[in-house]
Structures are given as structure tokens and as C-alpha cells.
């Protein structure tokens, strides 16, 4: 059995001027000791998701699924006791920003320990040496002494590291990354993916990792997700989606990255015309389909998510056109 089955997630807004569709019919499983990307570029769903799975959606937010289960527990009907019991312990969440997750009054021992002991029968000194342990385990230096500092005493880097070893406090089977390289400089981004894939490994956890960045997806997803406008448009295990994607958002990502040995010094990069489409009110038809140079008139009407090889699904309806101009 999958370790998350999600099936048909919608998350909508009902705003002032109608219903914001955030997210739209999101299936995908993911196997333990796995790692599942889910990539796009800003305001295509990505966090919005990866929060209904946590059940940390905004009040006026409304979550529906046909199937969201969690290793045999039913998130969609799980009260939120339960939902508290399994945060933190058996689902854990890297958060985007540190700076702005982390409790600036508090200090980072503190944090770490009550994330333990929230969910643990552990003495405060048995809760410190595991927060000591897992700091070392992230890359910190003189950890024991990081435990007296507060989050603004820290690099943004050192910040993240704690931020994951948190998340490793209790010892999750699924761990969610979201976007945990963004305010990092290109250095310690490498080293923070190094140590997530290390840890994963060690410690046996499934992995969501929430990116709009397909290079550093490349070195670490089994497989990916690509959404657009709240719905994904294309899956498949990462190298062949790499290899041959079919979707013309996913080709138009792709050629938006140089490639080292193949794109030559000055070659201006690929770009993709225009923005995405407004998600409030009625959807129907291709989201991208104002954006696509494939796109005709029938991408206007119900596009299905076809399988165009084994474990690998495209929602488009040009793909043939794509193929000729390949």
C-alpha cells in the first residue's frame, strides 16, 4: 500500500467577486522511502497542496478530495485532533521562509525540544540530546551551544538547518519540503539538497519536495509532478520526464534553463509568452492554452489526462503536433 494517496484534491477560495479554484483535481501516490516532486512556476497551486495535505489551509479555504489517505488514515475525515497528533510527528513540513517560521522569541532549543515533547513521553534532557544529536546530523556547528541562540542570531542557511532538523525531531515517514533552497545563495542551496537526499536515505522517509526550480528537481525527484493553474499537467518518473517531456509547459520550463556543453555563451534562453490565467470563476478547457504556440480551437473544450507511455500522463490534446515539431 502507498504511504499518501491523493486523488482529485480541489482547493477553493470563495472571494468577493467568486470562487478562486487554488487547486484542481491533484492525483498522485507516493511510495515510501520516495521522493515526488512538485514543480511550477509561482501561483500554479504548488503550496496550496502541499498545505491540504496538512490540513493548514487559510479559514475561508475549502478542501474536497475523492481520496486523501495517509498510510491507511483518511486525512479528508480526520478531525483535528487527529490532525495535530500526526503534524510534526509522522507528517512534518519545511516551510519556504525560516526566518518567518521560526518563533523569534523563543529560543531554537526550545522549539526543537517542545516539537518533541509535544508528541513524545521524553524527559526535557532526553529531548535535548536529541536536538543536539539531530543539529550535529544537519551540518551545525558547536551545537549544543546553538541551543541558548535566537532564530535572528543565525545565518538564513544555519536557519534552514534547523528548520530541517525540527522537522526530524520525531522521525516522519513523510517529510514535505516547500521551496527550502528559495532565500538561500547558490552554495548552500547545493548543501541543503545533499543533506535532505542523505536523510531521506538514513532515515527511510518519503519525500515531497515543492520547487519551481527543474535543476535542482533533476538531482533529487524519483518523480514529478508539473502543475499549472492549480492542476497538473504532466507526471512521470524524473528521467523520462526530463528526458522527453510532452507537455508544452513542461518543454517551455525546460528550455528556460541552460544546459551545460549545449547552450552556447550569449544564447538568449527560452521564454514563455504571457501569464497564467485568472483561476476564479468557471474553468473549462486548457489553462495554457493563451500561452501555447500548438494551442487550436478544440483546446477550448475538456481535456483529459491521457497516459502517453507507462507512467507517464500529459493533460493536453495537441501532443500529436507536438511530436511532428520535435
Known amino acids: 500500500m502507498a504511504l499518501l494517496e491523493v486523488d482529485n484534491l480541489t482547493v477553493d477560495f470563495t472571494l468577493g467577486d467568486g470562487v478562486l479554484h487554488a487547486v484542481r483535481g491533484v492525483s498522485f501516490t507516493l511510495e515510501r522511502g520516495e521522493t515526488l516532486a512538485i514543480v511550477g512556476e509561482s501561483g500554479s497551486g504548488k503550496s496550496m497542496t502541499s498545505l491540504a495535505l496538512m490540513n493548514l489551509l487559510p479559514k475561508r479555504a475549502t478542501r474536497r478530495a475523492d481520496r486523501l489517505v495517509f ?29 518567518t517560521s521560526l518563533n523569534p522569541s523563543y529560543t531554537i532549543g ?23 544529536q539531530l543539529l550535529e546530523k544537519v551540518g551545525i556547528p558547536a551545537a549544543a551551544r546553538r541551543l541558548s541562540q535566537y532564530p535572528h542570531q543565525l545565518s538564513g542557511g544555519l536557519r534552514q538547518r534547523v528548520m530541517i532538523a525540527m522537522a526530524l525531531m520525531c522521525g516522519p515517514d513523510l517529510i514535505i519540503a516547500d521551496e527550502p533552497t ?43 509532478a508539473v502543475m499549472y493553474a492549480g492542476e497538473v499537467v504532466e507526471s512521470a518518473a524524473s528521467r523520462p520526464l526530463f528526458k522527453a517531456p510532452r507537455h508544452p509547459y513542461t518543454r517551455g520550463l525546460l528550455n528556460c534553463i541552460p544546459v551545460p556543453g549545449r547552450t552556447a555563451p550569449g544564447v538568449p534562453l527560452g521564454a514563455i509568452p504571457g501569464q497564467a490565467p485568472t483561476l476564479i470563476g468557471p474553468q473549462r478547457g486548457c489553462a495554457f492554452r493563451d500561452r501555447c504556440s500548438f494551442s487550436a480551437p478544440e483546446c477550448a473544450g475538456d481535456i483529459p489526462f491521457v497516459a502517453v507511455e507507462p507512467g507517464h500522463r500529459a493533460r493536453c490534446i495537441r501532443l500529436g503536433a507536438l511530436e511532428a515539431a520535435a
Open 110 to 132: 526550545n522549539q526543537l525540544i517542545e516539537a518533541l515533547r509535544t508528541h513524545r513521553s521524553v524527559s526535557s534532557d532526553e529531548a535535548r540530546d536529541r536536538a543536539v
Open 71 to 99: 498510510d491507511g488514515i483518511d486525512l479528508a475525515a480526520a478531525p483535528e485532533t487527529r490532525m495535530r497528533a500526526l503534524r510534526g510527528n509522522r507528517m512534518a513540513m519545511i516551510f519556504q521562509e525560516p526566518m
Open 182 to 224: 528559495t532565500a538561500l545563495d547558490v552554495t548552500i542551496q547545493a548543501q541543503i539538497l545533499h543533506l535532505l537526499a542523505d536523510l531521506k536515505t538514513e532515515f527511510g522517509m518519503a519525500m515531497i519536495l515543492i520547487s519551481h526550480d527543474l535543476g535542482v528537481v533533476a538531482r533529487v525527484a524519483d518523480k514529478v
